[in-house]
């Protein structure tokens, strides 16, 4: 089923579900392991998933109309497609229903201190239930709004901290005798961009022309890099590397700092930070829930895609409140972010490497 996407949308989905709940700790988890080098960690970072993001496309592009469901089923048969298959249900299920309970706590020490964390989540899951029914269509619309919104605040927040933080902050810019700890780094921030992987159900209606899918993918990988380097670099020049390694939340910590007095409606961004935020948190979860509905539907096609929904972001919801504390939920993620590098260049390479050898690229 083709959802008639155009290339701007899809681009923008890959922007709505990575960019959400992990810009708030970026700064501090890579500034732990690069400190002022992070911007060269994570502009091999960059590299890297635009390599992931080039394969999953060209295998959607090859594939004219299918998802993964479709072309994994004739590169490799049903056995291990069905394989594939519950290794992405897992993850995407267990992504945005984590996403959504540490987002909760998160939103409720910020904000909401006395409500309870299970009320925020209800809301949000509420919220993802309406959207997710509306199918990919209209999700791509909603991102593709919420996106532009969401960078054009970003990069005027951003703005405003740089200009109240201090250059010598941000120095040495890279040490040549870090390298192997840039590297190395790229475990952490890595796993930031993880969500490409959404591209495996989106079927692209190419028609053996447009190529320019890959320039939309591609430097929409390029973008949330950018914007990752300014959310890390600008906190750094406003706390500094050792400022930053006590913080969890350490882009609201940085941005709760700021007080311009200059720009009236700049004076306390930290509010404006928080509503772009929960967009992005809307987008992320919104996208994991439709892409783990969507699999376990293309397995069983009997049950109505709303009924499915339903039962998928209920059990989501039981499924949330089971980590008794924050702590636990980020240890979850820490070990979803491993399966994410399966999901977003493990088995899109071994589909690659299938379709290379048996010409399928040639024979369609």
Same mark, same amino acid.
């Given at each position: 089923m083709n959802e008639s996407l155009t290339n701007r949308q899809i681009a923008f989905i890959i922007f709505g579900i990575v960019v959400g709940y992990g810009t708030l700790g970026l700064p501090k988890d890579i500034t732990e392991n690069a400190g002022t080098g992070a911007w060269f960690t994570l502009l091999i970072s960059v590299v890297i998933t635009m390599i992931f993001t080039y394969i999953i496309t060209y295998l959607s592009y090859?594939?004219?109309?299918?998802?993964i469901y479709e072309y994994s089923n004739i590169l490799v048969g049903k056995f291990i497609t069905f394989i594939f298959m519950i290794i992405y249900i897992i993850y995407f299920f267990v992504l945005f229903t984590m996403v959504t309970r540490i987002s909760s706590e998160a939103i409720r020490l910020m904000v909401l201190i006395k409500t309870p964390v299970w009320a925020l989540n209800l809301i949000f899951?509420?919220?993802?239930?309406?959207?997710?029914?509306?199918?990919?269509?209209?999700?791509?619309?909603?991102?593709?709004?919420?996106? &532009?919104? %969401?960078?054009?605040?970003?990069?005027t927040i951003h703005g405003a901290v740089f200009t109240q933080g201090k250059l010598i902050n941000l120095k040495p810019f890279f040490v040549a005798g870090h390298m192997g700890?840039?590297? *190395?780094?790229?475990?952490?921030? &890595?796993?930031?961009?993880?969500? $490409?992987?959404? /591209?495996?159900i989106i079927p692209f209606d190419n028609n053996k022309?447009?190529?320019?899918?890959?320039?939309?993918?591609?430097?929409?990988?390029?973008l949330i890099?950018?914007?990752?380097? &300014?959310?890390?670099?600008?906190? %750094?020049?406003?706390?500094?590397?050792?400022? %930053?390694?006590?913080?969890?939340d350490a882009l609201f910590a940085?941005?709760?700092?700021?007080?311009?007095?200059?720009?009236?409606? /700049?004076?306390? $961004?930290?509010?404006?930070?928080?509503?772009?935020?929960?967009?992005?948190?809307?987008?992320?979860?919104? &996208?994991?829930?439709?892409?783990?509905?969507?699999?376990?539907?293309?397995?069983?096609?009997?049950?109505h895609f709303n009924i499915l929904a339903f039962i998928v972001i209920l059990s989501s919801f039981i499924v949330s409140?089971?980590?008794?504390?924050?702590?636990?939920?980020? *240890?979850?993620?820490?070990?979803?972010?491993?399966?994410?590098?399966?999901?977003?260049?493990?088995?899109?390479?071994?589909?690659? %490497?299938i379709t290379k050898v048996k010409k399928y690229d040639k024979k369609i």
């Open positions: 090859v594939h004219e109309n299918k998802t899951f509420l919220v993802v239930y309406y959207a997710v029914i509306k199918k990919l269509s209209v999700i791509g619309r909603v991102c593709e709004i919420y996106g &532009l919104i %969401i960078i054009i605040a970003a990069l700890a840039y590297v *190395k780094a790229t475990l952490v921030t &890595l796993v930031p961009f993880l969500g $490409i992987e959404i /591209l495996v022309n447009n190529k320019k899918i890959f320039k939309y993918t591609i430097a929409m990988i390029g890099g950018f914007c990752y380097i &300014l959310n890390v670099e600008s906190c %750094i020049s406003v706390m500094g590397v050792d400022g %930053i390694v006590h913080y969890e940085t941005i709760r700092r700021i007080d311009i007095k200059s720009l009236e409606f /700049l004076e306390r $961004i930290d509010g404006i930070f928080l509503t772009i935020w929960i967009m992005c948190i809307i987008c992320t979860i919104t &996208l994991g829930a439709y892409g783990s509905i969507f699999m376990i539907n293309k397995l069983y096609n009997k049950i409140q089971i980590p008794k504390t924050a702590d636990e939920v980020g *240890k979850i993620l820490d070990y979803v972010g491993y399966l994410g590098l399966i999901t977003a260049g493990v088995i899109p390479l071994i589909l690659l %490497i």
